[in-house]
């Protein structure tokens, strides 16, 4: 199917996992049960630090705003992805399609500077403890937030614009389980071409800049905790900071993995680029809550207290 010249399709078929059709039905239960995991997890997370007035510091307010990132990930797909597995339900109109593709990418943008402002929180908390509490106080913790969101809506607007913006002129079949931006504008006819450099751009930037100034202030950690005469102080620090820097390895590896495949991994298999692609917004979301639910004492003991009551 064919649109004309200078036209938006008024839908796209989203395929699925390629090469994989005749077991998606299968394939979604436990992506069913991964993304209820989730839902739950970070719902629980977030119920627990709200009603706990002793869990009212900067630490949980950026756990409270991780899981809250990742429920706008997940929900912005595994609904969708489960009924084309389900239900055949392949379709997606064209506004549906940008809106997807909007909120996965400037929120994975989001989470990427929450995990920033994480880092630095440890690193002021280890680093610099008689002055935590003076630099991290409420409006301080609400501007970390707010820059975050402003920053990732601001980078991917224009993407969205661009999008907007193309000729589809092609087949409307998106290779894919969402509408991920590359997926959508190789089905766009003419120049493309700037559409690719700042989604490169971008997220190489945005990457780039984050991961340095996290191992940056890890590292700065690491050196401090060597330096600690008590082993205690030592083992609860590295117990800590070891969960975050887990769930930092969880996002980035395979987001990155996934984004530069989707440009230049012509010769990885379609279905395992796309299998990892849709565990991208699902597993570290449900492995997020386990993380801190079970390493932070504060946490874990407030869980287990409403579970008991």
């Known amino acids: 199917m064919s649109y ?23 394939i979604a239960f436990p992506f069913c049960a991964m993304y209820f995991m989730a839902v739950l997890g970070n719902i629980a ?23 809250a990132v990742d429920l706008v990930l997940t929900t912005s797909t595994m609904p969708k992805l489960l009924s084309i597995f389900w239900f ?7 506004e549906g399609c940008v ?4 909120f996965i990418h400037s929120f994975s943008t989001v989470e990427s500077g929450v995990l920033l402002t994480m880092a630095f929180d440890r690193y002021l908390a280890i680093c610099k403890p008689l002055r935590y509490s003076a630099i991290l106080t409420g409006p301080t913790i609400a501007k970390l937030g707010l820059a975050a969101v402003v920053r990732g809506i601001a980078i991917v607007t224009p993407l969205t614009y661009m999008v907007t913006n193309l000729s589809y002129c092609g087949p409307r079949v998106i290779h894919h389980s969402y509408c991920e931006h590359m997926s ?10 700037p559409n690719s450099i700042y989604g490169i751009t971008a997220a ?16 700065l950690i690491l050196k401090e905790v060597i330096g600690l005469s008590s082993g205690e102080a030592r083992l609860k620090s590295f117990s800590t900071c070891g969960s975050h820097f887990g769930v930092i390895l969880l996002f980035y590896a395979p987001g990155l993995f996934s984004f530069y495949t989707q440009r ?11 299998l990892m692609a849709d565990l991208y917004l699902l597993v570290p979301p449900m492995l997020n809550p386990l993380i801190y639910g079970m390493r932070i004492k504060p946490i874990r003991e407030r869980v287990l207290r409403l579970l008991w009551q």
């Open 204 to 219: 190489t930037v945005v990457v780039g800049s984050d991961s340095i100034l996290i191992i940056v202030s890890y590292t």
């Open 45 to 67: 997370l977030l119920l627990v630090i709200r009603m706990d007035p002793s869990l009212h510091l900067p630490m949980f307010y950026f756990f409270s705003m991780l899981a």
């Open 264 to 274: 230049w991994g012509q010769r990885i298999p379609a279905h395992f680029h796309i």
């Open 88 to 94: 055949h339900s392949h379709e997606i109109d064209f």
């Open 99 to 102: 809106a997807q593709m909007f």
């Open 184 to 193: 959508v504008v190789k089905l766009a006819c003419g120049d493309t071409q």
């Open 4 to 26: 004309p010249n200078h036209s938006s399709p008024s839908s796209f078929i989203l395929t699925g996992i390629p090469g994989l059709e005749d077991a998606q039905f299968w």
